[in-house]
């Protein structure tokens, strides 16, 4: 078992253990119930010891030892039950999240991966409409604009914010590229008119050489048909100026080429 195989086991054991102790009509909330949905969360918005949940006014709260109560004046009627726990809409309890604007994008995302969505774009609008008026509403509309479905990664959202907040274009997510032999393969961000594509490289594979030389053939399949892959690390968006640069350089190298 891995070590966060380890800690969610443990996270869902108390999270369970809480609501199994409280009045009906008390549901998670926040941050508490997109760690049940398996969410992924910027490192800073994440709360693996307590648990948070909603109270409706006029429910006795719940008075222990790792447990965060939070107040709603309306009863909160449960969106599903994930693990033996009931959860609110996604678009609800990202709302109810105090991040940045970029640290709420990069957990929207996550709600619209490419692998196991939990809602898709169409829904996540339709629930933002639907609560108009409801405190962070107008924010999260804002917000919608630069969320992008199909993703894999926090860490690709965060290299697209990145490179949005630099004035570059907004890239194309999970292209396919078909290359010979009838392999297609799936770029993180793609710039497709000029055939620039920009991944990134969370190094999990190091040391595992099957992976690595798989690695290696995918980026010769893909510079034979004419991309060029500018990779980034975890590195690169602490310090971001190069690789923007980098990509920056290469669309317009790519775009006076095209002329």
């Not at 253990?17 to 910027?42: E, H, R, S, W």
């Not at 009863?75 to 309890?93: F, K, N, S």
């Not at 994008?105 to 709600?111: K, P, R, T």
Request: proline content about 6%.
């Amino acid at each position: 078992m891995s070590q966060w195989q380890a800690q969610r086991v443990k996270f869902l054991a108390h999270t369970g253990a809480v609501m199994t102790a409280v009045p009906d009509g008390v549901v998670l909330y926040g941050v508490t119930a997109l760690q049940v949905l398996q969410v992924a969360l910027p490192a800073r918005l994440q709360d693996w010891e307590r648990c948070h949940v909603l109270v409706p006014v006029g429910t006795c709260r719940p008075e222990r030892p790792g447990v965060v109560a939070h107040s709603t004046r309306t009863a909160p009627t449960p969106w599903a039950i994930r693990d033996g726990l009931p959860v609110l809409h996604p678009v609800e309890h990202w709302l109810q999240l105090r991040g940045s604007d970029d640290e709420l994008v990069e957990v929207a995302d996550g709600l619209v991966r490419r692998k196991r969505p939990l809602i898709g774009m169409d829904d996540f609008r339709r629930r933002l409409d639907e609560m108009v008026g409801r405190p962070g509403v107008e924010t999260g509309r804002r917000l919608l604009k630069l969320v992008v479905a199909g993703t894999d990664s926090i860490y690709e959202t965060k290299t697209r914010l990145l490179m949005v907040h630099a004035g570059l274009p907004t890239p194309v997510v999970n292209h396919p590229v078909a290359c010979r032999f009838g392999v297609v393969y799936l770029l993180d961000m793609a710039y497709v008119r000029e055939k620039v594509a920009v991944e990134y490289d969370g190094a999990d594979h190091v040391g595992n050489r099957t992976q690595m030389e798989n690695d290696a053939q995918r980026r010769r399949d893909l510079q034979d048909e004419g991309w060029l892959i500018i990779t980034v690390t975890a590195q690169d968006i602490a310090q971001p100026a190069a690789f923007l640069r980098s990509v920056e350089e290469a669309l317009i190298l790519r775009r006076a080429a095209l002329r």
